[in-house]
């Protein structure tokens, strides 16, 4: 859940079911005829082309050879892509816009969100990405932890704001509605989940000194135990996040999120409460680059 949808401050959105996954493939047989039936139409063998055997055989040698030389063409990188964004190295040529760029994610961080992003187009995604992450976590919900997101996210000016306007949205009634007391935690034998994983990362607009980023997000909300009136449900939406630059780092000065684009849902069966509460648990979070 985030703040809002509109402004980026205050109101619910709506959760959805997704996930699929394919597997296919087919399988073709060749018989192959005894000596003696695959002849010349009269029931004699022909004599082996020894000659074609060897220029057949030196023909499937010089393809893949071929084959290796190409494929690794595409190794190594270096320098700017060509568009004046520096920092994509191993990027190959035609490449699709929304393919991962290969550059390697920050090594710092600002408590558990990450910092330290490079000044340019791509820094600015995997910070919205980060970013994107942290405002819809289970912790902005927690009064505690929700003070140090907003001053390690947002940029300095806005901080006094928006503490304000994150407790105005996480009031009482809002924790009550999902299952939470006023620190922000589940009932006994509960537990909250809020997850966000982004799909894809879109500048929108570019300047030295500012950004704006939107993230393509899914994830799972809601409680999971037994008699949970929120139970834990999938949901994709769009967040924009518009960016700063400020004491070397981008910096969210506001952000909105709308619904979707979201794919057709399936007839997946969905699993119970242990093993969704379980899940989160035992799996890790992502640092995400662009």
Not at 71 to 88: F, L, Q, R, W, Y
Not at 163 to 176: C, I, P, V
Not at 195 to 207: E, L, N, S, W
Request: charged share 20%; aromatic share 8%.
């Amino acid at each position: 859940m985030s703040p809002g949808d509109d402004d980026g401050y205050g109101n619910d959105s709506g959760r959805s079911n997704d996930g699929y996954s394919t597997l296919g493939g087919t399988r073709q047989t060749r018989t192959r005829l005894p000596d003696g039936q695959g002849g010349d139409g009269y029931g004699l063998r022909r004599p082996p082309r020894k000659s074609r055997s060897l220029f057949t055989v030196i023909g499937v040698v010089v393809l893949l050879l071929a084959a290796i030389a190409f494929a690794n063409m595409g190794g190594g990188g270096g320098g700017d892509d060509g568009d004046g964004t520096p920092g994509s190295r191993g990027k190959k040529a035609g490449s699709a816009p929304t393919a991962a760029t290969g550059t390697k994610p920050v090594a710092g961080k600002n408590g558990d969100i990450a910092s330290g992003f490079a000044h340019d187009q791509q820094g600015a995604q995997s910070a919205a990405a980060n970013y994107s992450v942290a405002l819809v976590s289970a912790d902005i919900l927690k009064p505690a932890q929700r003070t140090q997101i907003v001053r390690q996210v947002f940029v300095a000016g806005r901080v006094g704001e928006l503490e304000t306007r994150f407790n105005q949205a996480y009031s009482k009634d809002f924790l009550d509605k999902v299952g939470l007391d006023e620190s922000g935690k589940a009932a006994e034998g509960m537990t909250y989940i809020s997850r966000t994983a982004p799909v894809g990362t879109k500048v929108t607009q570019f300047a030295d000194s500012s950004a704006t980023v939107e993230v393509w997000c899914t994830g799972v909300f809601g409680t999971a135990g037994v008699g949970s009136t929120n139970p834990v449900s999938n949901d994709w939406f769009t967040m924009t996040l518009k960016l700063q630059w400020e004491n070397n780092d981008w910096k969210v000065d506001s952000f909105a999120q709308e619904d979707g684009p979201a794919p057709v849902n399936t007839d997946r069966t969905a699993s119970n409460a242990d093993e969704i509460a379980k899940a989160v648990e035992e799996y890790g979070g992502f640092t995400y680059a662009r």
